[in-house]
């Protein structure tokens, strides 16, 4: 039992060239979500997906683009990459129960460190 | 506008005393509230969670205290132990739809020996 992976680790990318990161859980979680972390500004959702086929934009989408093909997947484009894009990205992902037990935890990756020149 | 706030960068507390990480937030709605920890090159993982008809929640020499009508809430971690010292991530979730949480800035926690 993996959890939640992401491919690759690290990553550089020049300006204006483009990359895909790719999200893996193994726990059959309905929602998925995808963060970027920068310094001083905490954990800020770019988009998610609650269930296979969908995606919804959250506070930062601008310069990326999503897709869930399958349940397990969850994949984020940069189609044209920024500096302003240089960041830690992690994919989280979680059940979609709610329940007087239920925490709403959400199960991260390691992330991926990327940096646009 | 940041909904939720943690205005403490960083914190160094010796070991075994009491460390208390605060958190304020804006936002009515939120109806859960939850404390992860981050290693560095690590994702964050959860700690604790507290829903928001609850004043205190326990586990283990993790405690977490939420003062609604003051909008804020505190991890208390005692004894604190060299492992603890991490970043600390303080996040809100309205539990309708998605669950999306909403993240503060983290609050960086040294454990002096």
């Known amino acids: 039992n993996a959890g939640v992976t992401q491919t690759p680790k690290f990553r550089v990318l020049k300006t204006g060239q483009s990359m895909t990161l790719l999200c893996a859980q193994d726990?059959?979680?309905?929602?998925m979500y995808w963060y970027r972390q920068d310094p001083g500004m905490g954990l800020r959702l770019i988009h998610y997906?609650?269930?296979?086929?969908?995606?919804a934009k959250g506070e930062v989408p601008d310069g990326y683009n999503v897709s869930r093909l399958k349940k397990q997947n969850f994949l984020l484009g940069l189609e044209s990459a920024a500096p302003s894009q240089t960041s830690v990205y992690f994919c989280?992902?979680?059940?979609?129960?709610?329940?007087?037990?239920?925490?709403?935890?959400?199960?991260f990756g390691p992330g991926t460190r990327l940096t646009v020149t | 506008d940041q909904q939720v706030k943690q205005n403490s960068p960083s914190l160094s507390v010796q070991e075994g005393r009491i460390s208390i990480l605060n958190c304020d937030y804006t936002?009515?709605?939120?109806?859960?509230f939850l404390w992860y920890k981050k290693y560095p090159a690590e994702g964050p993982t959860f700690l604790i969670s507290i829903s928001s008809i609850k004043d205190k929640n326990e586990d283990g020499r993790f405690t977490v205290f939420l003062n609604k009508s003051a909008k804020h809430l505190s991890l208390h971690i005692v004894p604190s132990q060299p492992g603890d010292s991490a970043v600390y991530f303080c996040?809100?979730?309205?539990?309708?739809?998605?669950?999306?949480?909403?993240f503060g800035q983290g609050t960086r926690l040294t454990i002096n020996p």
């Open positions: 936002n009515s709605m939120f109806d859960y």
């Open positions: 997906s609650v269930g296979e086929g969908t995606t």
């Open positions: 726990m059959n979680h309905e929602y």
């Open positions: 996040a809100a979730v309205i539990i309708q739809g998605a669950q999306k949480l909403v």
């Open positions: 989280a992902s979680s059940y979609s129960r709610q329940g007087a037990r239920y925490s709403y935890e959400q199960y």
